[in-house]
T-cell receptor, first 114, second 113 residues
Framework: AQSVTQPDIHITVSEGASLELRCNYS??????LFWYVQSPGQGLQLLLK??????LVQGIKGFEAEFKRSQSSFNLRKPSVHWSDAAEYFC????????????FGRGTSLIVHP | SQTIHQWPATLVQPVGSPLSLECTVE??????LYWYRQAAGRGLQLLFY??????ISSEVPQNLSASRPQDRQFILSSKKLLLSDSGFYLC????????????FGDGTRLSIL
């Protein structure tokens, strides 16, 4: 069965600093990978996705993520964080093998200090 | 373009009262539809999903139920709410299978008194 681990429950960064949110997955084949962002009191918004090809994918709001098969990781990065990036971030593995159910990580809460 | 609507945005209900949350999708046909719940400070818990009209799969035993009376309408219901039903409820849709992302509504904040 597939699984997703986001090791950090909370991450605190200063505005303008770089950011990396970790995501590790467990799946036998090449996974479909996603990052979502959730602002307080709102639904989840898709930031970016990886299906195949270039392992560095660009997303909205200046985010990027890199798929590393050898490390089973799909870490999210941003070179300079803005205060408006404070939110909950979810990594997900898409449904596989005829299933319609994706697997989400528990989420990482990003706190941005001025 | 596709849109998803969830209502109401907030709801305060007494214990033992019924519940009906509605979700509709526009701009796509035969979507997969999902209901999730988020408890405070926790991740997403999948409650129900549906791949077609009248087809409902339940992931967690509970006093909630779901129905899909039309292709793009998904309803979450309860006959008698419990305190533990409090939370943030999210509806989502997708098309096809796992290679496609999910698209979420703005959620309903449900408080049980």
């Amino acid at each position: 069965a597939q699984s997703v681990t986001q090791p950090d429950i909370h991450i605190t960064v200063s505005e303008g600093a770089s950011l990396e949110l970790r995501c590790n997955y467990s799946y036998g084949a090449t996974p479909y990978l996603f990052w979502y962002v959730q602002s307080p009191g709102q639904g989840l918004q898709l930031l970016l996705k990886y299906f195949s090809g270039d392992t560095l994918v660009q997303g909205i709001k200046g985010f990027e993520a890199e798929f590393k098969r050898s490390q089973s990781s799909f870490n999210l990065r941003k070179p300079s964080v803005h205060w408006s990036d404070a939110a909950e971030y979810f990594c997900a593995v898409g449904a596989q093998g005829g299933s319609y159910i994706p697997t989400f990580g528990r989420g990482t809460s990003l706190i941005v200090h001025p | 373009s596709q849109t998803i609507h969830q209502w109401p945005a907030t709801l305060v209900q007494p214990v033992g009262s019924p519940l009906s949350l509605e979700c509709t999708v526009e701009g796509t046909s035969n979507p997969n539809l999902y209901w999730y719940r988020q408890a405070a400070g926790r991740g997403l818990q999948l409650l129900f999903y549906s791949v077609g009209i009248g087809q409902i799969s339940s992931e967690v035993p509970q006093n909630l139920s779901a129905s899909r009376p039309q292709d793009r309408q998904f309803i979450l219901s309860s006959k008698k709410l419990l305190l533990s039903d409090s939370g943030f409820y999210l509806c989502a849709w997708s098309v096809g299978q796992g290679s496609q992302p999910q698209h979420f509504g703005d959620g309903t904040r449900l408080s049980i008194l």
